[in-house]
């Protein structure tokens, strides 16, 4: 029989098998999607974090507590707390005469809470932050203004409260000069920020901006910062500030050259790399467990091809009893298996995309600078895979219709 015979059959014997057909693939359409909306929402989210950095600009230095190595994430980032970054740290390399090249300098802390007016209230993170925020994040105040450096070294209790806040609140009402209170301490309200929408995966639009000082002493008991950024004046100092930044440090822990640092200086490029790194081992773990799938899913072909050939063994023998040879028996069961994990394979990516699609319009709609993307060494990895699983899983019920003795299974019941 011809390939194109054996086609048309393996097409007949489908067709006249929906439902089974249907439920042998089932499994493979599921493990396929699942590894297409993996990857793609993966890939979303990476776009979220490069796009967070493209906005904030190339020329920024980031500073963590505790040590890290070079190629991984710092601790904080996986929520370690550590102590050894202070705001006196930050604020001697500020205006410093080894450090030309700074302009601007904000260690930053933060907390939530619930926020309170009159009766509205809100639940809220509160970011402790240096009164030169505006010009390192290149952003603006909405109404009203940014507190002052005089605020943030006398410990004010003010705050700059986000455009979500605000509407919280105030609804239409203007919030300048109002007193909100962060859990329990009273603070007057000097500006609103204009909307800045979502960076990362945090809503800066939630966000109220206190004084760093105020936030450590007032707000969370604390003398450390969680990391701080520090504004170049040209990205091309950035190698040559860094290095002079990490001396400064050490002097100022009293580490010397060559022992353990217990701090980590990043550029946006590095702490760019380092993020990625750790959505790149989620997106491999969790498309390794979609993986799983596959495999069960072929298995699961492969024990109703089994049922199958059971089924057909007078058919089987009545081909052979005609001429057919054990290599066209093998090749129609093992092209049946093929076209059966193929068909899924499409079904699954079509399912996979149409998911992946969706997931990128309500990561949109809820703001996130998310791109809708579909590598496409995804689809061609399902593809092949659920080609190969077909041949693999395929391979065991046709070698078994093979070896059928026509004499036995033209008696067979």
């Known amino acids: 029989m011809r390939l194109k015979d054996n086609f048309k059959t393996t097409l007949k014997i489908i067709n006249q098998n929906r439902i089974r057909s249907f439920l042998t693939m089932l499994g493979i359409i599921i493990g396929i999607a699942g590894v297409i909306v993996i990857i793609s929402a993966g890939t979303g989210a990476q776009s979220v974090i490069i796009n967070q950095v493209k906005s904030q600009g190339s020329n920024l230095i980031s500073i963590f507590p505790g040590s890290a190595d070079e190629e991984g994430p710092p601790a904080s980032v996986f ?34 809470d619930r926020v309170t007016w009159e009766g509205h209230e809100a639940d809220a ?19 009203g203004q940014f507190f002052t450096e005089d605020d943030e070294r006398s410990l004010q209790r003010v705050a700059v409260i986000g455009s979500d ?22 603070f007057q309200v000097v500006g609103e920020m204009t909307e800045r929408g979502t960076s990362g995966f945090t809503n800066q639009d939630k966000q109220i901006y206190v004084p760093v000082t105020t936030a450590q002493k007032l707000l969370l008991g604390i003398n450390h910062v969680s990391f701080a950024r520090i504004k170049i004046r040209n990205e091309q100092y950035i190698d040559k500030s860094m290095d002079e930044i990490k001396e400064i440090l050490r002097e100022r822990h009293d580490i010397n050259m060559g022992e353990p640092v217990d701090f980590d200086v990043r550029s946006q490029t590095d702490a760019l790399d380092a993020l990625l790194s750790i959505t790149d081992a989620i997106k491999f773990f969790l498309t390794a467990i979609a993986g799983i799938s596959l495999i069960v899913g072929g298995i699961g072909i492969m024990n109703i ?35 059966i994990t193929l068909l899924a394979g499409i079904i699954g990516i079509s399912l996979g995309v149409g998911v ?17 993307s579909v590598p496409l060494y995804s689809v061609i990895l399902s593809t092949g895979v659920s080609g190969l699983i077909g041949l693999i899983f395929g391979f065991i019920p046709a070698q078994k219709a093979g070896k059928l003795n026509p004499i036995e299974a033209l008696q067979y019941e």
């Open 356 to 372: 992946s699609f969706g997931v990128a319009q309500i990561a949109q709609y809820l703001g996130f600078d998310w791109n809708f």
């Open 125 to 143: 993170t509160f970011v402790g932050v240096s009164h030169d925020l505006l010009d390192i994040e290149s952003t603006n105040v909405k109404s």
């Open 79 to 112: 929520g370690i707390v550590i102590t050894t970054l202070t705001y006196d740290d930050i604020y001697a390399l500020k205006d410093n005469p080894r450090l030309p090249y700074v302009e601007n300098v904000s260690p930053y802390v933060q907390g939530t």
């Open 165 to 186: 806040i605000k509407k919280d609140l105030f609804g239409d009402e203007s919030p300048i000069g109002k007193r909100i209170k962060i859990g329990k301490h009273n």
């Open 305 to 339: 091809m089994l049922v199958a050939v059971q089924e057909r063994i007078r058919e089987i023998g009545l081909r052979k009893a005609v001429g057919a040879k054990r290599y066209q028996i093998i090749m129609q069961f093992l092209l049946e298996t093929i076209l």
